[in-house]
């Protein structure tokens, strides 16, 4: 089956460290996203891809990069990991040209202490 | 204010009960709008699409009043199966999807 995976699942680093989280999707979707998800806050948009070379900024990209040289995976670098960035992170693909469906698969989450 | 506002609840009812939570968004541009459901400590997953002419699920009954901006989600005989967080999503044009902070649901026995 098609699916979406996240790693690591858990991580715990230190202030100022560079940090990535993996995201790897099977389902040969053109278009993936990352998200935050804090208490209070519902997930938010840090980047998103919609293929190959294309990446975009989401409302809470800053300290965020991403890159996308494959349609399978689309990694999120923290460039010096705050405290701020604690989180859980929610990587999520869906079909180009999904329309009303728009349907969001999303991976099981990293969850980040940043110490 | 908040472009998608949920009541986070908590929802606390006993099994059989019939539950409801709207869900008010803030531009009137939105296109699409579904409920996803979110179990403790796991991924959301799609619930149900919304559609203006309000859909049905089996136990699940969405609708969508775009002249009052809300959205809204009946759960009818809940089962203790349904105690989750249920996020209201809505679509503004292309790929900008807003999600709402959830709306906790606790079924007790």
């Known amino acids: 089956d098609a699916e979406i995976t996240q790693s690591p699942r858990h991580k715990i680093t230190e202030t100022g460290r560079q940090v990535t989280l993996a995201c790897h999707q099977t389902w040969n979707h053109n278009n993936m996203f990352w998200y935050r998800q804090d208490l209070g806050h519902g997930l938010r948009l840090i980047h998103y891809s919609y293929g190959v070379q294309d990446t975009n900024k989401g409302e809470v990209s800053d300290g965020y990069s991403v890159s996308r040289s494959n349609t399978e995976d689309l990694p999120l670098t923290l460039e010096s990991a705050a405290s701020s960035q604690t989180s859980v992170y929610f990587c999520?693909?869906?079909?180009?040209?999904?329309?009303?469906?728009?349907?969001?698969?999303f991976g099981e989450g990293s969850r980040l202490t940043v110490l | 204010r908040k472009e998608v506002e949920q009541d986070p609840g908590p929802f606390n009812v006993p099994e059989g009960a019939t539950v409801a939570f709207n869900c008010t968004y803030s531009n009137s541009a939105s296109q699409s709008f579904f409920w996803y459901r979110q179990d403790c400590r796991k991924e959301p997953k799609l619930l149900m699409s919304?559609?203006?002419s309000g859909n049905e699920d089996g136990r699940f009954t969405a609708q969508l009043n775009r002249a009052s901006q809300y959205i809204s989600l009946l759960i009818r005989d809940s089962k203790l199966s349904d105690s989750a967080t249920y996020l209201c999503v809505v679509k503004t044009g292309g790929f900008k999807t807003i999600f709402g902070a959830g709306t906790r649901l606790f079924v007790k026995a």
């Open positions: 999520a693909s869906s079909e180009a040209d999904a329309g009303d469906t728009g349907e969001l698969f």
């Open positions: 919304v559609y203006s």
